[in-house]
């Protein structure tokens, strides 16, 4: 039942997204449950967090993304759950709903720091503690009143805050680890990995900033896409092709690549 709304924005045909056909039952009390977050580029960016529930995901979408700052309040938009298996989701969709690219941005477990979720839901105000690779410690989601009640949103509008603790402080944790924690790429290797061809002409978002990051998005998988094969012929006596063109097309959209580092391991902010 709570896969309803899920399945009818979908259509299985044509995205690669699970189908929640499988069942979980889900811990109950203050147990580890999965969470992730994953970074969706459709026609805007923005961060899904998922927090495992009554065999669902509980979804909600961050605009902004997470931020470790305890004094920023990131607008979280509760969105209809997703089946579990989507925990594990990443991938290109190539057109429909939410047609984009889908980074596996963090995962992880979520403990509830209450002993009944569904109460604390009801209330508005539910506390927990990440362990993921890049989130950690106690977080809280509290639901707004009048925030975007001018957009009748029905009160799916959350702010997402991170606790005072020793995982706190001052750093921009989506600039810092931008990657994914499961292929370590950005959104042109997801792309690259599957067929940058579809949106040549036609992309999921055409103008603004948004349209303008699928431009360099798609050009850059584009030419990793042609620079792959190489790889399986003996490497140049200089330099290879798909370093340089990776340097020439990453430049202007993100900073130099901190390798592993960027996808999972972070140091212990300043508090
Ligand atoms: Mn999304």
């Known amino acids: 039942m709570a896969l309803d709304t899920y399945r009818e924005k979908r259509d299985f045909a044509q995205s690669p997204e699970p189908d929640g056909s499988s069942r979980r039952r889900s811990p109950a009390g203050r147990t580890p449950r999965a969470f ?17 529930h009554n065999g669902v ?22 969105v209809e759950d997703h089946p579990i298996e989507y925990g594990d989701f990443e991938g290109v ?16 477990t979520w403990t509830p720091e209450v002993d009944d979720v569904d109460a604390a839901l009801t209330k508005g105000d539910l506390k927990f503690t990440l362990d993921g690779y890049k989130l950690k410690g106690s977080w809280v989601l509290v639901r707004t009143r009048g925030w975007g009640s001018s957009r009748g949103d029905d009160g799916r509008s959350w ?23 499961k292929s370590e790429g950005d959104f042109a290797d997801i792309l690259a990995q599957d067929n940058p061809d579809i949106w040549k002409s ?5 103008g603004g900033d948004t349209g303008a990051l699928f431009q360099s998005i798609v050009a850059r998988a584009l030419a990793l896409k042609q620079t792959a094969p190489r790889e399986a012929e003996p490497p140049p006596k200089t330099r290879s092709a798909r370093p340089s063109a990776r340097k020439a097309t990453t430049a202007p959209i993100r900073k130099p690549r ?14």
């Not at 580029?41 to 495992?52: F, G, I, K, V, W």
């Not at 709903?97 to 992880?108: F, T």
């Open 159 to 181: 702010l997402l805050i991170k606790h005072k603790d020793e995982w706190s402080g001052a750093l921009d944790i989506a600039e810092f680890a931008p990657l994914s924690v």
């Open 202 to 206: 036609t992309r999921p978002a055409q």
């Open 57 to 78: 995901l509980l979804s909600w979408a961050v605009p902004k993304g997470p931020t470790l700052d305890p004094a920023t309040k990131r607008l979280a938009m509760q």
């Open 93 to 108: 969709i190539p057109s429909g709903y939410g047609a984009g690219i889908v980074m596996l941005w963090d995962r992880g």
């Open 36 to 52: 992730c977050v994953q970074k969706h580029l459709a026609s805007h960016l923005h961060y899904d967090l998922r927090l495992e």
């Open 258 to 271: 901190a390798s592993r580092a960027g996808a999972t391991a972070r140091p212990k902010p300043r508090a």
